[in-house]
């Protein structure tokens, strides 16, 4: 019988795992991981930012986790010996209409105690040479990391501390009783006196195993990627971002430049047709029939329809993301683009047909369940895991 099981191997159910051992040293826990990695899924598809925290409401979860988790994250870091960079980040207004968005962010930047500044289109050159913009965020406590690394040292301080990591092994029962909770799963059957669901893109389904009800469901966005050519890197000196729509979850078409020197144009967000599909023909009949199905998706996709066709279009048109992509950087051209690897994106859809912004966790006598963990989760993950470790009781 274990103290605790954590249901998923990605950052969230790591940095849980690493604040449950951190606390209670003397807890038997385990995660459990139905890939034959850690970090298959979000965790090891994503862009690899140290988000500094300006997009995310004075007072939400996201603000005051994302900061304080970007600060543990590069202590974490320093103590590993892993490597990161505080490269910092530009927000960039291309066209007059978007200076009051960029104005509302510089404040909201302000507002979440950030170290960022205005500057105009001369400052922004020095910093972004081939960057067309007329003003912008300079964020400098932006950086970059490989997330993928860090869920990997995390799993080895757990193991270390007598934690198990059990790979294969995927859940498809929940029973709870009246003094533990016994999880079935393809490799046998489990015991625990608490468990945690850090299933990512299928949280929605685990708690749905367990009985409760969470007036919520997971909708599958994949974001495209392409990346430059390694010659065309010079392009790119640090991070460079849109103004983002404020009516949209998602950051909008930007440029990356990754801890392995890589540099990342995109992504774009459309719906997947599978939770975990990463091509475009990846289809699951399940996972499809299961969104057409809920109604708070039409809501949410009527009321999103110009904006969803934008995206959908860039997703089948080159050409379409190139010109999205040379609002920032002119000389960008279609030749000097290859395409990369993708990710998928947990977004939480309530039955009301809204998008949960913020992250979302729900607890019970003998469970917790993360039901949104999005962007900026990985850059939170472990002040995220410490917030879970107060809501859990002791072993
Ligand atoms: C394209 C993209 C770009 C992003 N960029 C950034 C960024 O730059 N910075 C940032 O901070 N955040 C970013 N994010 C968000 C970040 O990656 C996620 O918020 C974070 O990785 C979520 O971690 P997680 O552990 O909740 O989910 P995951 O990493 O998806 O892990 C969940 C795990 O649960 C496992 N699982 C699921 N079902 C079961 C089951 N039945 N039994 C056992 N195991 C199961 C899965 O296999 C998976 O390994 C990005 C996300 C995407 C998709």
């Known amino acids: 019988m274990y103290d605790y099981i954590i249901i998923g191997g990605g950052i969230v159910g790591l940095s849980t795992a690493f604040a449950l051992s951190s606390k209670y040293p003397q807890a038997k826990l385990a995660v459990l991981e139905k890939e034959q990695e850690l970090a298959f899924h979000q965790t090891g598809h994503n862009s690899g930012v140290i988000h500094s925290g300006i997009y995310y409401k004075p007072g939400s979860l996201k603000a ?97 501390r007598g934690g198990e990591i059990l790979l294969n092994t995927k859940v498809e029962e929940i029973r709870t009783g009246e003094n533990e909770v016994e999880i079935g799963c393809n490799r046998g059957t489990y015991r625990a006196q608490y468990v945690i669901n850090c299933a990512g893109l299928h949280c929605d389904r685990i708690a749905a195993l367990e009985g409760i009800k969470t007036d919520m469901q997971i909708v599958p966005f994949r974001g495209e990627y392409f990346e430059l050519k390694p010659e065309k890197h010079y392009l790119v000196k640090h991070l460079i971002y849109p103004v983002p729509n404020p009516d949209f979850p998602f950051l909008g078409v930007h440029f990356t430049r990754m801890i392995d020197g890589h540099v990342h144009a995109g992504p774009n967000a459309v719906l997947s047709f599978k939770r975990e599909g990463y091509r475009k023909s990846d289809f699951n009949f399940k996972d499809f029939t299961e969104v057409l199905a809920y109604p708070a998706f039409w809501k949410i996709a009527r009321q999103n329809l110009g904006e969803g066709f934008k995206e959908m279009l860039r997703s089948y048109s080159k050409n379409m993301f190139v010109k999205n992509l040379q609002r920032l950087i002119p000389e960008v051209t279609g030749d000097d683009l290859v395409s990369a690897e993708n990710g998928v994106r947990a977004q939480a859809l309530t039955n009301e047909g809204k998008l949960v912004d913020d992250f979302l966790i729900v607890s019970n006598k003998r469970s917790l369940h993360v039901l949104n963990a999005p962007s900026p989760a990985a850059t939170a993950s472990i002040s995220i895991g410490r917030a879970i470790c107060e809501q859990i009781p002791e072993p």
């Open 64 to 160: 005051s986790l994302s900061k304080q988790g970007a600060e543990l994250l590069r202590d974490f870091c320093d103590q590993r010996e892993i490597q990161y960079e505080m490269c910092g980040k530009v927000i960039v207004a291309t066209k007059q209409e978007e200076i009051p968005q960029l104005n509302n962010l510089y404040d909201r930047g302000l507002q979440n105690g950030l170290n960022i500044e205005l500057i105009n289109n001369q400052q922004l050159n020095e910093i972004e040479p081939h960057v067309n913009g007329i003003k912008a965020v300079h964020v400098k406590d932006a950086g970059i990391v490989n997330y993928k690394e860090v869920s990997k040292e995390l799993g080895k301080i757990i193991q270390e």
